[in-house]
């Protein structure tokens, strides 16, 4: 018993410096600095990737998702990109903006009514020219919601939103 609240008194002394370190600026763990989650407004997971590995370029080439690789990685304005070839690549670094999900990754129909919704990135549209992806869960698929509404007035308001929430 001793030594059980021994281990859990230690447990809570380095939490505790863990906690000192965080409230003084410091880090103990260097990638907690790099840590590239909420960079200009992107949906991103924590390692920084956009798209969760999909090719931005695969959903225009061949109207689906496709997993990228980290060989052919290519960074725009600090996001990261996986894509599926050197070709791909090419096609991304010459032209991002053509490529870049709308909304910064965020859910389309959930920036049409004013909030940020996660996505699933297999759940997509490309909309006039522009790669909008949706929610869906169990509950939820946003796209079929964006299907049944007014497509133009739907991404007037998500652009609308989007230029509010972007920063």
């Known amino acids: ?10 447990l809570c002394a380095v939490v505790a410096l863990l906690t ?30 956009a798209l969760e590995g999909y090719c931005p370029v695969a959903y225009f080439a061949v109207n689906k ?14 996001v990261t990109y996986y894509l599926v070839s050197a070709d791909a690549k090419k096609a991304f670094e010459a032209s991002p903006e053509k490529y870049l999900p709308a909304f910064g ?9 004013q909030d940020k919704f996660p996505v699933d990135p297999t759940n997509f549209r490309i909309v006039d020219g522009r790669l909008m992806l949706f929610l869906k869960n169990k509950n939820i698929d946003a796209r079929e919601l964006w299907n049944k509404g007014d497509a133009t007035e739907l991404a007037a308001n998500a652009s609308a939103h989007w230029s509010k929430v972007s920063g």
């Open 65 to 78: 998702p496709v997993k990228g690789i980290v060989e052919h990685a290519s960074t725009h304005n600090g």
């Open 20 to 49: 000192a370190s965080a409230l003084a600026g410091e880090s103990t763990d260097k990638s907690m600095n790099e840590s590239r989650a909420y960079l200009h407004s992107y949906n991103l997971p924590s390692s920084g990737v």
């Open 1 to 10: 018993m001793k030594r059980l609240i021994s281990t859990a008194c230690g």
């Open 105 to 113: 990754g965020w859910c389309a129909f959930g920036m049409a009514v």
